[in-house]
Nanobody, 116 residues
């Protein structure tokens, strides 16, 4: 079966950068899209960026111009490059795969903390 695992979280100063990776295990042909979500204390979980199998990309307004989502088919990974990080970007970041005919598969999350 298909599963996803996040990595790359950590502590960074405001203005710095981090690169998150979502590794896909199992049949990549069974996934329509990979999305990055985040949930900060006191906030609802929100969609940050999404990339579909046809190449369509979505970014939330809060990260446009700062974050970039990309897919490396050879490594079966989807990355989220986060630049110009702000303290309000602090959250647990989750990778979610849309699995054809089944539903969703979520990663366990990776903590991103941006200090002032």
């Amino acid at each position: 079966q298909v599963s996803v695992v996040e990595s790359g979280g950590g502590l960074v100063q405001a203005g710095g950068s981090l690169r998150l990776s979502c590794a896909v295990f199992g049949s990549t042909f069974s996934i329509n899209a990979i999305g990055w979500y985040r949930q900060a204390p006191g906030h609802l979980r929100e969609l940050v960026a999404d990339i579909s199998s046809d190449g369509s990309i979505y970014y939330s307004n809060s990260v446009k111009g700062r974050f970039t989502i990309s897919r490396d088919a050879a490594k079966n990974t989807v990355s989220l490059q986060m630049n110009s990080l702000k303290p309000e970007d602090t959250a647990v970041y989750y990778c979610r795969g849309v699995v054809i005919g089944t539903g969703f598969t979520w990663g366990q999350g990776t903590q991103v903390t941006v200090s002032s």
